[in-house]
């Protein structure tokens, strides 16, 4: 399984970016999927994730809406107002059953950098 994350990039202060994150591979069935972020020094924390309902961090709550496309196992991240403090790796994650004996496993993409300029 992997997961190929797109859509970040440099953009000032109250800008907006869209990241999209796909998933491909031996997928049987694809559960929750999510956002996580990390700033330098930080830890990895999360920002959305997606499954029957939406949960968001209170950071980002009112500023970024995630979504996604089940026919395209792909989730999506929009994010609007950013503020500096929003720089990060961006990671995608997926829970997923590569078939139907084996149990829901967390999968990552490569993270992809968002940096909001002062």
């Known amino acids: 399984v992997q997961l190929q994350a797109s859509g970040g990039g440099l953009v000032q202060t109250g800008g907006s970016l869209r990241l999209s994150c796909a998933a491909s591979?031996?997928?049987?069935?694809?559960?929750?999927m999510g956002w996580y972020r990390q700033a330098p020094g930080k830890q990895r924390e999360m920002v959305a994730r997606i499954g029957t309902g939406s949960t968001y961090a209170d950071p980002v709550k009112g500023r970024f809406t995630i979504a996604r496309d089940n026919a395209k196992n792909t989730v999506y991240l929009q994010m609007y107002s950013l503020k500096p403090e929003d720089t990060a790796v961006y990671y995608c994650?997926?829970?997923?059953?590569?078939?139907?004996?084996?149990?829901?496993?967390?999968?990552w993409g490569k993270g992809t950098q968002v940096t909001v300029s002062s």
């Open positions: 994650n997926a829970q997923v059953k590569t078939s139907t004996d084996r149990p829901y496993m967390d999968y």
């Open positions: 591979g031996s997928i049987f069935r694809l559960n929750d």
